[in-house]
């Protein structure tokens, strides 16, 4: 599977049947996958943290590293699909309607090459 090939429903039928396999649909309510979703993410960060930048081409480089920070980054989008399924949102329009709301907050000839918060 590749990003190319697959949809966000196929994966979304991955993680499905993965959770369902396994009768996990019990745990996995809205808290209990926020919550997952932002350890994962905590464990991602470790990756990188006390890592400077200018040496962080040098720890992702390091093939073993990559590969952890690789399947944390998937546990995250795991949990995500998760709870998209959980909710029963559609995460296409979701997103889609999250980037209408950012471009609006953050315009493109208002914040380019800046990454500064809007005042207000």
């Not at 890592?51 to 952890?68: F, I, K, M, Y």
Request: proline share 3%; hydrophobic share 40%; charged share 30%.
């Amino acid at each position: 599977m590749s990003d190319a090939a697959t949809s966000v429903a196929q994966l979304r039928q991955l993680v499905a049947d993965f959770v369902s396999e396994r009768e996990w649909e019990q745990f996995h309510d809205p808290k209990n996958l926020s919550m997952a979703i932002a350890i994962e993410a905590a464990e991602l960060m470790e990756h990188f943290q006390w890592t400077r930048s200018e040496n962080l081409a040098d720890v992702l480089n390091d093939p073993q590293v990559s590969s952890e920070i690789r399947d944390e980054l998937a546990d995250v989008v795991c949990f995500v699909l998760a709870l998209t399924n959980r909710m029963n949102f559609d995460l296409t329009e979701a997103v889609t309607r999250k980037m209408v709301k950012n471009r609006a907050k953050y315009p493109a000839d208002e914040f380019r090459g800046r990454y500064e918060k809007p005042k207000g």
